[in-house]
């Protein structure tokens, strides 16, 4: 298993990955950071901003982010909080008109597998 953290992961930037949110702890490996590796199969890698038409959006995919699941761990998200999101869902949600605001620094590079760095760039929270 490869994982990449800290000063060897990359953004979409080119620069050194950026925490995404500590509160609530995200990223598939619930280190903060949207890094990635072989067994994340999804691509966690979009540090975003939810909103509640993004978390609607997401609910009516199947995948309930708003509810919690204390067994998991998960305290279930809000308009407002920071969380890595699977690259392929922002992508879709990007495609429907609905995709929240990402975070380019805390952004994983393996995103641009997946979507194009000027749709990321539009939804940009920085200036870019």
């Known amino acids: ?19 995404c949110s500590l509160a609530p702890l995200t990223g ?4 903060g950071c949207c890094d ?3 067994d994340d199969r999804s691509s966690h ?7 509640a038409e993004f978390l609607a959006f997401s609910k009516s995919r199947g995948n ?6 204390p067994q998991y761990g998960f305290p279930g998200l809000k308009a ?12 879709e ?6 995709a929240p605001r990402v975070f380019l620094a805390s ?10 760095l000027h749709a990321l760039k539009q939804h940009a929270v920085e200036d870019v």
Request: contains cysteine.
């Open 36 to 38: 990635t590796g072989e």
């Open 107 to 116: 952004t994983h590079a393996e995103t641009l597998r997946f979507v194009p």
């Open 64 to 69: 309930d982010l708003s509810t919690p699941a």
């Open 1 to 19: 298993m490869t994982v990449r953290i800290g000063l060897h992961a990359r953004n979409v930037l080119g620069e050194t990955l950026q925490p």
């Open 28 to 31: 598939y490996y619930r280190t």
């Open 45 to 51: 890698t979009v540090c975003a901003e939810m909103t």
């Open 93 to 98: 949600a990007w495609e429907a008109g609905c």
């Open 80 to 91: 407002g909080d920071r969380w890595c999101l699977c690259a392929s869902r922002w992508k």
